[in-house]
Each structure stands twice: as structure tokens, then as C-alpha cells.
């Protein structure tokens, strides 16, 4: 398995256009995770889905943010419109239900100027 | 309060050294303890998950929990230059998510 794969790796943007961030999870994985990580505040749960469904949404930061799981292959993270404070590493990660079996992404660093 | 406290570093050792890393919790109920190791530009990785209370070994690192005082440790004994990365600690209760400390940046060197 090629793992989780996130795209693209890296992403340079002017603030207030509309940034996609994409990951294709781990194949039979029911859990699917987006997490932001900043110097300053470590990693943060964004976002996680269960079964496709959004479970628990309580840190997208506002309604900048919004996530998508269509199916079960794919997932993305929305941010429109974009602020230089934004400017994070981003990963998504899936796991099988179970707290000791996630596996995260590379990630995709999102530059905001 | 942050539900789990890590000191961020950086911690920097000689080879050989042994390592001790910490995480605070103050959430009662968490049950799973796992340690991440994360290199540059990566992602982080499993590297060690324990469900209660006490030791688990694991080649040259040991996890430890103490729940009573919500307190968990990684010890790595023997530490090679190959270690240096950033540990986070991650915590989860009774369900699928997980809360991870800010991470502790470690550099061994030769």
C-alpha cells in the first residue's frame, strides 16, 4: 500500500484566493483525520470523519474552513478565502477505528502571502 | 489549561546518552497513550502505544504511564543520531481521536 497520500506538498498562495487541500487515505481505512501543526500550537485535530461522515468538526478554526469526504478514497480541506495566518503544514492521516492505528500523510505546507 | 503539556525543547544529548521525555495530562479519561516520532518535513509515526498503566519495552524504548498522576514517559537508553527527531505524545479516550502533545525536538549528536 502506498499509504496516505496527500496533494499537493507544497502551496504557495496570495491571501484571499481559494486554497484545496487533497488526501487519498489508506484503502479500507473507516476513519479519516485532517490536522494542522504551527511552531506555536503543535498538531490540532481539524476535522475527523468516520464511515465518510463527519463526526467531530469542533476545531475547523471558522467558516473559512470546510472538509469533504465524498467517498471512501477521498477527502479534501477548503479554506476560501485564505489569510496569511493560515500558514501551516496540514496533514491528513486514517486509521481502522482504532486510537493505535493512524497513519498520517506527508503533509501539504500551505504558504499564504 | 491545554489537555496535554509537553516541553518543547530542544533537548540535545550525546550518542550514547540515555533520553527521557514527558507528557502532563489533567483529562481523567484517556485510556490510550501513544509516542510519535516525527522527522523533518515528514509525517509523524507510530512508535510506541500503551493502553494502561506501567512499562512497555520496546527495543532500546520504554513507555511509561502513570495514571494516578497523569504522567507518561518515553526513555530511549542507547541513542543513536539516527533518533533525532520531534516526540509527540498523543492521548485518546473512547473514541477515534486523537490529542497530541506540541512535541519535544531532540538532537543527538555524534
Known amino acids: 500500500d502506498a499509504g496516505v497520500i496527500q496533494s499537493p506538498r507544497h502551496e504557495v498562495t496570495e491571501m484571499g484566493q481559494e486554497v484545496t487541500l487533497r488526501c487519498k487515505p489508506i484503502s479500507g481505512h473507516n476513519s479519516l483525520f485532517w490536522y494542522r501543526q504551527t511552531m506555536m500550537r503543535g498538531l490540532e485535530l481539524l476535522i475527523y470523519?468516520?464511515?465518510?461522515?463527519?463526526?467531530?468538526d469542533s476545531g475547523m478554526p471558522e467558516d473559512r474552513f470546510s472538509a469533504k469526504m465524498p467517498n471512501a478514497s477521498f477527502s479534501t480541506l477548503k479554506i476560501q478565502p485564505s489569510e496569511p495566518r493560515d500558514s501551516a503544514v496540514y496533514f491528513c492521516?486514517?486509521?481502522?477505528?482504532?486510537?493505535?492505528?493512524?497513519?498520517f500523510g506527508s503533509g501539504t505546507r500551505l504558504t499564504v502571502v | 489549561q491545554k489537555e496535554v503539556e509537553q516541553d518543547p525543547g530542544p533537548l540535545s544529548v550525546p550518542e550514547g546518552a540515555i533520553v527521557s521525555l514527558n507528557c502532563t495530562y489533567s483529562n481523567s479519561a484517556f485510556q490510550y497513550f501513544m509516542w510519535y516520532r516525527q522527522y523533518s518535513r515528514k509525517g509523524p509515526e507510530l512508535l510506541m502505544y500503551t493502553y494502561s498503566s506501567g512499562n512497555k519495552e520496546d527495543g532500546r524504548f520504554t513507555a511509561q504511564v502513570d495514571k494516578s498522576s497523569k504522567y507518561i514517559s518515553l526513555f530511549i537508553r542507547d541513542s543513536q543520531p539516527s533518533d533525532s527527531a520531534s516526540y509527540l505524545c498523543?492521548?485518546?479516550?473512547?473514541?477515534?481521536?486523537?490529542?497530541f502533545g506540541t512535541g519535544t525536538r531532540l538532537q543527538v549528536f555524534p
Open positions: 498523543a492521548l485518546s479516550g473512547n473514541t477515534d481521536k486523537l490529542i
Open positions: 492521516a486514517s486509521s481502522l477505528s482504532s486510537p493505535d492505528g493512524y497513519t
Open positions: 470523519f468516520n464511515n465518510n461522515v463527519p463526526i467531530d
